[in-house]
């Protein structure tokens, strides 16, 4: 730029000047004028043009400048900006350590709203509440909770000092608030609808964030619902999912991590899509009835040596990879009707089961050998049968034994 200007400026002096004569005689080939009137129009026409090439370079090197000077003005306010996010990011995460209630609540939303406005920082956020969700804790047992009241009532009455010390730990029932919010949050995010071709925009989850995956290991988690919800990664194992856990209709696009994981409520993967790996080994599923109805497996589908202590529905599932079921207890009792079978699982080693495959199909024919399978403690089969008729199969779905077993 430098060098232009040292050029410019004395070539379009000499052009205002004597340039214009050499050009005239020299390019144009003009010498001789019939007036003197005519010499001075074609030397003003020279130096005309040459006026109007050096406007518009001039005006080229201001905008070069001001664009310029608008990035780094745009590069200042960004770098601005991400200070003052990195200072609300501190100031949350600050927050999330208080002992009382409302400023973990406070430092929550003050998340979620840093997240919603910055797409970039939305994982690192995500992993941020993961990781207090990963917090030791002990949920509050309703039988205590007189014997809370009863504190609350005496810390009441004791002096100002006293308060302050009692209330120096964290509260079992307030700190559930808080993990519900968070898992609330989670869910507010992570849902997403597909939206139909008749529904405009507005039906669709404005709020929902892409791409996330989560990292819950370990986590005791409160009636977690995550129905509807798509995510990448996500890791549950040795999780503790108190109350009932939901994830119908739920799509994960990554691995999905449950091994180890225990149930204590009634679980529902109806329609569930697992679209790479899903692991559920050695996972405990003691809660009221464990449905399966209709997933899909798309990737490969691990239940080696998981416990089912209640009924197992896999009612309509779909296995398009391998499925291993290897020592698996289904002490209650499984069902896998009309499922489908990319090959023949793995049903070895299971333990007191009640195993009813009737209707399966297994690389696209129709499984009928052993459809209902008898197991002994050591996974021996004892007894396999046909098919129960419509209203063994019903007393069975509801938890009780079969006519043939």
Known sequence: MAVLVLVTVPTLVWMLGPGATWVLEHIDHVTVFAEDKDRAAALAAIRGNVLAVATGLAAMLAVFYTARNADTARRTFQLGERGHD??????AVEQLGSGQAPVRLGGLY??????????????????????????????????????QVRAAQRAARTPASGRAQARAGRDPDEERQVRLTAQRLLTDHLRCYQRRWWQRRTAVNQRYWPGISLDLTGAVLI??????????RAHFSEALFTGDADFMGATFTGDAWFNGATFTGTVRFNTTTFTRLADFKEARFTGIHAYFNG??????ARFNRATFTSHADF???????????????????????????????GF??????????????VAG?????????????????????????????????????????
């Not at 997933?295 to 490969?300: D, I």
């Not at 070895?348 to 199909?361: D, G, K």
């Not at 009928?368 to 019903?394: I, M, Q, W, Y």
């Open 86 to 91: 990195t200072d609300r990011f501190s100031k």
């Open 110 to 147: 003050a998340l979620e709203q840093l997240a919603q406005n910055n797409p970039a920082l939305r994982q690192t956020i995500v992993d941020v509440i993961c990781a207090y969700l990963r917090m030791p804790w002990t949920p509050p047992d309703a039988k205590d909770r007189h014997q």
């Open 223 to 232: 009636s977690l619902e995550l129905s509807c919800c798509r995510m990448h």
């Open 295 to 300: 997933a899909t497996f798309t990737g490969e």
């Open 315 to 345: 009612d309509g599932a779909t296995f398009a990879n391998y499925s291993r079921f290897d020592g698996t207890a289904f002490t209650g009792g499984a069902q896998f009707t009309q499922a489908a079978f990319v090959e023949n699982p």
């Open 348 to 361: 070895n080693h299971t333990r007191n089961s009640r195993i009813y495959v009737a209707n399966a199909r």
């Open 365 to 405: 024919r129709e499984w009928r050998t052993a459809s209902n399978v008898v197991t002994g403690p050591t996974g021996e089969v004892l007894k396999p049968t046909h098919p129960p008729d419509d209203g063994a199969k019903d007393e069975h779905a509801g938890g009780g034994p079969t006519a043939s077993s």
